[in-house]
């Protein structure tokens, strides 16, 4: 049986964390985004399916290249940032699912149905995109998950060769510099948005 986490621990990873608009000129190197998808993979998705396909963003080309498909604001944000993921989702998952789930024939429930893969590769490559922002506060690093920019051109221009994936969301990742972010946003208490049935 696990035990709860620390006060220390969960200030990191939810209560004082926050979205960074900036970040101090500090590198993150290749090790620290392997160690971000060794924890990152462990998170749930249905079947195992993980559906997620990341791009990590680390040359002045290939930030340029992305930033000229953002919105102004969010494109400053890229060429500044250490380092942007753009977390994708491989449309076509369930190829792997063999491998992945061998518990069940699980291939044969979505290569039939791209309704359901579709709608499957969304929202666990979203789940795997937050698994990511945690994964990243766990190892010290701070975040800037955003949308404002063409998904379609993205796609062409950072998945031209892997044709069933799409991209979901993008998000910077460094060391946050508080000179950049707003005063904490409304965190309403559990009465307002929850019940108990």
């Known amino acids: 049986m696990s035990e709860p986490l620390s006060n220390e621990a969960l200030d990191q990873l939810f209560r004082t964390a926050r979205t960074y608009n900036g970040y101090v000129d500090k590198p993150v190197s290749e090790e620290q985004l392997h160690a971000i998808w060794d924890l990152m993979k462990y998170g749930p998705t249905s079947a195992n399916c993980l559906p997620a ?33 753009i977390i994708g989702m491989d449309l076509e998952f369930y190829e792997n699912l063999p491998e992945l789930f061998p518990h069940a024939d699980a291939k044969s429930w979505f290569d039939s149905n791209a309704e359901l893969a579709h709608a499957t590769a ?17 190892l010290g690093l701070d975040t800037g998950p955003m949308s404002g920019f063409s998904n379609e051109a993205v796609d062409a ?41």
Do not use: M
Request: hydrophobic share 45%; net charge positive.
């Open 122 to 138: 969304f929202r666990n490559s979203s789940l795997q995109g937050a698994y990511f922002i945690l994964a990243a506060r766990a």
């Open 157 to 197: 221009a950072f998945f031209a060769d892997q044709p069933a994936v799409r991209s979901n969301f993008i998000s910077t990742l460094g060391y946050g510099d508080p000179a950049t972010i707003f005063d904490r946003s409304p965190r309403p208490g559990f009465d307002r948005f929850n019940r108990i049935a």
């Open 53 to 85: 396909r990341i791009v990590w963003v680390t040359s002045d080309g290939a930030k340029e290249k992305l930033a000229a498909l953002a919105l102004p604001a969010n494109g400053d944000k890229i060429r500044k940032a250490p380092v942007t993921a």
